[in-house]
């Protein structure tokens, strides 16, 4: 075959300044809010409050810090006790959502059963349904289970978690051959102790993205209508009475949500070079 018959796929280099220069201004307008919170949070009221409003900042100071813990220092529970929720519910949750959803996908990837392809096509069906439609159905639930005004209300309905399973199942199919299963079961290796020390070493960027959106989506949350109890309040609730300020405190609204914007960044740095190689190989197949 003449070598003129060859298609070339590489770009130019003009190509990849182009590339790379889109790249770029998608990225800076993605952290535009981000940095626009840190800049208002630094602002004093009377910048706060000029027209017409400006995006920087001239005389930065930290005030909008320092006054919140006057803010929240007439709450009847203390602030550790919010805290100590957030964190609690989230590292919990975080912890039995992959395990829940790596054993599931486990199963549905390297056991021979009958409805197996039923199964996962209902996990892939149920991606579409918004968490919003499941509110009244969990409700009546936790209703009739006496479960209001518990941790269980913010536990149990993340552990059942469509986009985990789909996830580490394309992922556990794509990285683990059945012989090194074979081998394992040859050596004596149950079920359970493959999927603990052989399963989940191997896919742990795949576990890692899932820690990724679990932590955000809990670090966030704020339930409404199912937890009465100030004292099993999130972070997150006693926060948003702070930004509901106006715009007197906007500066402190602005300071709320760059302290609570910290935590799931941090996971994030932690677990990126992961969510990258889960990103660029589940799901793929020859």
């Known amino acids: 075959m003449k070598t003129s018959q060859y298609k070339r796929y590489t770009r130019t280099r003009m190509g990849n300044i182009i590339y790379f220069s889109v790249l770029l201004a998608l990225g800076c307008f993605m952290i535009i809010p981000m940095v626009y919170s840190i800049i208002t949070s630094l602002k004093p009221l009377d910048e706060l409050m000029i027209w017409p409003p400006r995006f920087f900042v001239k005389r ?3 005030l909008n810090y320092f006054v919140l813990p006057t803010l929240l220092s007439n709450l009847n529970v203390p602030l550790s006790r919010y805290i100590f929720n957030s964190l609690f519910i989230s590292f919990v949750t975080t912890f039995l959502h992959i395990f829940v959803a790596s054993l599931a996908a486990f199963v549905l990837s390297k056991t021979d059963y009958k409805g197996k392809k039923i199964i996962f096509l209902v996990v892939q069906f149920s991606l579409l349904y918004n968490a919003y439609t499941l509110a009244i159905p969990q409700y009546l639930i936790f209703s009739k289970l006496h479960l209001i005004n ?25 990285s683990i051959p059945d012989t090194l299963l074979e081998a394992a079961k040859i050596d004596g290796a149950g079920y359970f102790r493959t999927y603990w020390h052989i399963v989940m070493p191997i896919i742990k960027p ?8 679990a932590f ?16 099993l309040k999130t972070l997150p609730t006693i926060m948003g009475q702070v930004v509901s300020g106006g715009i007197a405190r906007a500066g402190n609204a602005m300071a709320v949500s ?12 932690i677990t990126q070079s992961n969510v990258i ?10």
């Not at 760059?258 to 740095?269: D, F, G, S, T, W």
Request: aromatic residues 14%.
């Open 258 to 269: 760059v302290l609570l914007m910290i935590p799931p960044v941090i996971v994030y740095l």
């Open 216 to 231: 955000r989506d809990m670090w966030g949350m704020s339930p409404s209508g199912t937890i009465f109890n100030e004292e």
């Open 206 to 213: 795949a576990w890692m993205t899932l820690a990724l959106f």
């Open 60 to 62: 930065p100071n930290l």
């Open 150 to 174: 518990t941790y269980l209300v913010y536990i149990l309905p993340y552990l059942p978690s469509s986009l985990g399973v789909f996830l580490i199942k394309q992922y556990i199919d794509d």
């Open 277 to 286: 190689e889960t990103m660029s190989s589940a799901g793929i197949k020859d």
